[in-house]
């Protein structure tokens, strides 16, 4: 639930980076000085790559007799058969397919069908295999051997769907060719590689360029149906304020793939929209944006709404679910529709669980159906032109912007270095600023982090919590992409009085070190999600201890840690409080607890 933890979802906090046109404009100079591969070469590259590559066949592939998930959505979408999609968060491959078995046995023993599942791999996995084994392990099994990745695509005849941490990273060319040899035929996730940090990697020319080469790999195999998947919400679509930022954004996105490297880009939203609206329009919007020829790869369940209360959670299933199903009934478009469980937004969702949620999803699509004939979606599609306008005119201003200020906008990889160099807030502020009485609304996100702060604002402004912070100096940063609840903390304890440093996402170990370094602080401030806290853990206060540092942490979101032997990750609260750390349940706890004294 927003505020119930430091760490619940991903969304916008006070970005660490660029906030005036000025400064923009110099990350953009200072990043076209970067030593990049030519583009050129790293496409003959592919191309010789590619011929040694000989696509699989996934148990889903036979089954249906289809040479690529493309073909199977696009026969969906002819038949109007509503899709379906399943995520996966085991902790290891043998339980991962165990799952996979039991959640396909027992949907297919009631005659309902699984199309496609997706699999919340470790993050290690973005790394080059030989950088694996000296990471934190965190949620998600690794791949290691061939047959760990065989049996995402043998195990039951549900399409592999291979998103997390395998394009956009260090590892990208590597991992996209050993999901085609498995039979994927959807790979992403394009929209991570401007949000996501492989731990512990720092050459971000290399993962461009590791990005941009996968790219061209993949355009070698469109003709056979690959897609690349992007999830624009694992991205700068969880950043921006604006839904026409978001529309832009897609449109560049599309720029880049389909015109530049010759890809099949298949977009994803959803899992940070919460306004049925909303979820409809952008189908529809995305949808124009592809120039009608939309093959999509899911719509992601509302993550941003879910509590600790299941009853609830299930009747916000049902709202989103339904709405999701109505607009593939009118305007079909091949995104699979993801029914979450109710468990979504306290930890990793069981078998039992998942299935329960699947069942689910087939009742509401039965009254989806009888609905449907007196549905008005004229609220939708006037979201969906407005967004497109006025994403059109902010992608036009990107792509002026960039080329006055001497980018080659012909160059895929020059692209994205830039654009990630300059971050969500550089781009809207620069390309989207000046766009006079804006009337797309804001991003759902955005308006849910105003929300939070809102709501905590009178325990963060009383007299004596200010009294007891002013001038203390608090390092706030997020391990992991999940940062919608920190970002609120930092602008909550500035305004409060305290000076913050807000280092952001993605935040190794290292990285805290080096910013104690450079600037000393009365207490760290850490939000963790991914099962690693434990882990992670450990190894700061190992860096803390070389360096001779003393100082109070405080850790926040989902406190659990991935075990060898174990399908979930376990709470490690006690192991925590034990290593001396100071767990936080939620921003009011954090409130109760500072100042601290050193441990």
Request: glycine share 8%; aromatic share 6%; hydrophobic share 45%.
């Amino acid at each position: 639930m927003p505020g119930s933890s430091l760490s619940s979802s991903p969304g916008p906090g006070p970005e660490p980076a660029v906030t005036t046109t000025t400064a923009a404009i110099g990350v953009i100079r200072q990043a076209l000085g970067a030593s990049l591969p030519n583009s050129n070469d790293l496409r003959q590259q592919a191309r010789i790559l590619a011929s040694s590559v000989r696509p699989g066949r996934s148990a889903f592939l036979d089954r249906f007799e289809v040479e690529s998930e493309y073909e199977y959505k696009k026969q969906a979408m002819q038949d109007g058969r509503i899709m379906y999609h399943a995520h996966i968060g085991m902790n290891d491959i043998d339980a991962t397919a165990a799952a996979l078995r039991c959640i396909h046995a027992e949907l297919d023993s009631r005659q309902f069908r699984l199309d496609r599942a997706g699999f919340a791999l470790d993050r290690r996995m973005g790394l080059p295999p030989q950088r694996r084994a000296a990471a934190a392990a965190e949620t998600g099994p690794m791949l290691v051997t061939r047959e760990d990745w065989s049996a995402l695509a043998q195990t039951a005849p549900v399409q592999p769907h291979l998103g997390d941490f395998m394009i956009g990273q260090p590892a990208s060319v590597t991992n996209s060719i050993e999901a085609l040899r498995i039979g994927c035929t959807t790979i992403g996730n394009l929209s991570q590689y401007f949000t996501f940090e492989a731990p512990g990697w720092r050459d971000a020319a290399a993962t461009a360029a590791e990005t941009c080469q996968a790219m061209f790999v993949l355009a070698q195999f469109r003709a056979q149906g690959v897609m690349l998947h992007s999830y624009l919400e694992d991205g700068f679509g969880a950043l921006f304020k604006n839904c026409a930022s978001v529309a832009a954004w897609a449109m560049l996105e599309r720029h880049i793939v389909e015109e530049l490297t010759g890809a099949r880009l298949a977009h994803c939203i959803g899992g940070l929209t919460r306004d049925p609206i909303k979820r409809a329009g952008w189908v529809l919007a995305l949808h124009d944006i592809h120039q009608g020829e939309q093959v999509g790869s899911m719509i992601y369940g509302d993550t941003i709404s879910f509590g600790r209360e299941f009853e609830k959670n299930r009747a916000l299933t049902a709202e989103y679910l339904l709405w999701d199903i109505l607009v593939q009934l009118h305007a079909p478009c091949g995104h699979a529709v993801l029914p979450l469980p109710v468990t979504e937004a306290i930890r990793i969702p069981s078998t039992d669980e998942i299935i329960e949620a699947q069942l689910f999803g087939r009742q509401v699509e039965a009254s989806a159906r009888r609905l449907y004939p007196h549905v008005d979606f004229s609220a939708a599609e006037q979201f969906a032109a407005t967004v497109c306008r006025e994403g059109r005119e902010i992608f036009a201003n990107a792509l002026a912007g960039l080329d006055e200020l001497g980018a080659d906008v012909r160059d895929p990889l020059q692209l994205l270095y830039l654009l990630k160099q300059l971050g969500a807030q550089g781009f809207e502020t620069l390309f989207a600023g000046e766009i006079e009485n804006l009337q797309s609304p804001p991003t759902d996100m955005y308006a849910l982090s105003q929300e939070v702060v809102d709501e905590h604002r009178p325990m963060f402004s009383d007299a004596a919590f200010r009294a007891r912070v002013k001038g203390m100096r608090l390092l706030v940063a997020s391990s992991d992409v999940h940062e919608h609840a920190a970002g609120a903390l930092a602008q909550l304890l500035d305004e409060a009085g305290a000076e913050v440093v807000y280092l952001g996402a993605e935040q190794d170990p290292q990285d805290l070190l080096d910013a104690l370094r450079r600037q000393p602080a009365d207490a760290l401030l850490l939000s963790t999600h991914n099962g690693m806290a434990l882990e992670y853990a450990n190894q700061l206060k190992q860096l803390l201890a070389s360096d001779t540092i003393d100082l109070p942490v405080i850790m926040g979101g989902v406190l659990n840690q991935k075990i060898d032997g174990q399908a979930l990750p376990v709470s490690v609260v006690e192991e925590l409080t034990a290593l001396g750390m100071h767990p936080a349940a939620g921003l009011p706890a954090l409130a109760r607890l500072l100042p601290l004294q050193k441990p």
